[in-house]
């Protein structure tokens, strides 16, 4: 996929995100989100942008009301480290999916792999 294609699906995602989570994205579903947000063509700092994008403004983790690029890293790299499993990744997929999001050949376990 070429940059503007990428830079194309990356405002898609945006998109699909806020219609999904107009709130913000909770808690439970973050890493289920990430490892779903990995079986795309996102590059690291696109899912960054992403990360960015969809932290909730209350979220207690923006105490100071603000989220830096160091924080996000932290961030992706500790979600890494858990298992969404599968029932999680279909339920996000599922929200997701209602929000318009065309989620054809991107499946759970494809999602889970990609945590490996």
Same mark, same amino acid.
């Given at each position: 996929? $070429?940059?503007?294609?990428?830079?194309?699906?990356?405002?898609?995602?945006?998109?699909?995100?806020? *219609?999904?989570?107009?709130?913000? #994205?909770?808690?439970?579903?973050?890493?289920? =989100? =990430?490892?779903?947000?990995?079986? @795309?063509? =996102?590059?690291?700092?696109?899912?960054?942008?992403? #990360?960015?994008?969809? @932290?909730?403004?209350?979220?207690?983790?923006?105490?100071?009301?603000?989220?830096?690029?160091?924080?996000?890293?932290?961030?992706?790299? !500790?979600? @890494?480290?858990? !298992?969404?499993?599968?029932?999680?990744?279909?339920? #996000?997929?599922?929200? =997701?999916?209602? *929000?318009?999001?065309?989620?054809?050949?991107?499946?759970?376990?494809? *999602? $889970?792999?990609?945590?490996?």
């Amino acid at each position: 996929m $070429d940059f503007v294609a990428t830079s194309s699906f990356l405002s898609s995602v945006l998109r699909w995100l806020q *219609a999904g989570y107009p709130d913000g #994205v909770p808690g439970p579903d973050r890493v289920p =989100l =990430l490892a779903l947000l990995r079986s @795309t063509p =996102l590059t690291e700092e696109q899912l960054a942008e992403v #990360v960015h994008n969809i @932290t909730a403004s209350k979220s207690n983790g923006l105490a100071d009301s603000e989220i830096d690029h160091d924080e996000i890293a932290e961030f992706i790299s !500790d979600m @890494t480290h858990y !298992d969404a499993g599968p029932e999680n990744i279909r339920r #996000v997929a599922a929200t =997701l999916a209602a *929000a318009g999001w065309p989620l054809a050949g991107v499946s759970a376990e494809e *999602a $889970d792999a990609s945590q490996s």
